[in-house]
C-alpha cells in the first residue's frame, strides 16, 4: 500500500498557518475568493505543499475555460476538484490535477456516480460523504483504477484508520485536531 495522505481544509484562513506548518503534501483550500486566491497559493508552494480548490466553490471563478485556465496560468492552483465531468475534463486538458467529486447521497446517484468515473480522465475521485464512501469504495474501483479520497464528516481518528485500512489514497478534513494524526 503507498502513502496515505491526511489533506487538511482549510475552512477558516486563520488555520493556514497551522496546516503549513505540518508534513503534508497537499493543502485544500476550501474558503478561498479570487482576491486572496494568489497570496494563500504562494504561501502555500513556499512551504512545499500542492494546492487544492474546489472549482465551483472558488469565490468569483467563472469556472468555465476562461476561469479554469486562470486557476492554471494566473493562479497557480496545482489541484482542482468538479462535480461535472466536462469541468473535470477542461480542466485536465488545461494541464491541471483533477479530482472527480462523486456524492453519494442516494442509490440513483450511486448509478450515476459510475457513469462520472468512466467519463472522467480525473488523476484522483473522492468520494463523500465519508460514511458511504468506505462502504462503496471497492465497487467503484473496480471501474476506475486511480486514487480515492475520502472526504466529507471525517471526524475522528478511526474513520481516518478505516479510510486506510480499506485503500483510500487519503482523506481531506476540516477536523485541525485531526490533521497531525500519526497513520504510519
Known amino acids: 500500500m503507498g502513502e496515505f495522505h491526511i489533506i487538511p481544509s482549510i475552512r477558516k484562513i486563520k488555520y493556514l498557518p497551522y496546516a503549513l506548518s505540518l508534513n503534508h503534501k ?15 497559493v504562494k504561501l502555500c508552494h513556499d512551504a512545499k505543499k500542492r494546492v487544492i480548490v474546489n472549482m465551483d466553490l472558488v469565490g468569483g471563478l467563472e469556472p468555465n475555460t476562461i476561469g479554469i485556465k486562470l486557476l492554471k ?3 497557480k492552483v496545482d489541484i482542482v476538484i468538479g462535480r461535472g465531468s466536462s469541468k473535470v475534463n477542461m480542466a485536465k486538458a488545461t494541464g491541471l490535477d483533477t479530482i472527480q467529486r462523486i456524492v453519494l447521497e442516494d442509490s440513483i446517484a450511486l448509478e450515476t456516480s459510475e457513469k462520472y468515473i468512466n467519463d472522467t480522465k480525473s488523476d484522483f475521485i473522492e468520494l463523500r ?9 471497492h465497487e467503484l474501483k473496480k471501474i476506475r ?3 480515492f479520497i475520502l472526504s466529507g464528516f471525517i471526524n475522528s481518528e478511526q474513520a481516518i484508520f478505516e479510510a486506510k485500512n480499506v485503500g483510500f489514497f487519503g482523506i481531506t478534513t476540516s477536523e485541525q485536531s485531526l490533521w497531525n494524526v500519526k497513520t504510519k
Not at 460523504?129 to 469504495?137: D, M, N
Open 26 to 40: 497537499y493543502i485544500y483550500l476550501s474558503d478561498i475568493h479570487l482576491g486572496n486566491l494568489q497570496g494563500f
Open 73 to 75: 496560468q494566473l493562479y
Open 129 to 137: 460523504p465519508g460514511i458511504y464512501g468506505l462502504k462503496y469504495l
Open 145 to 147: 483504477n486511480v486514487p
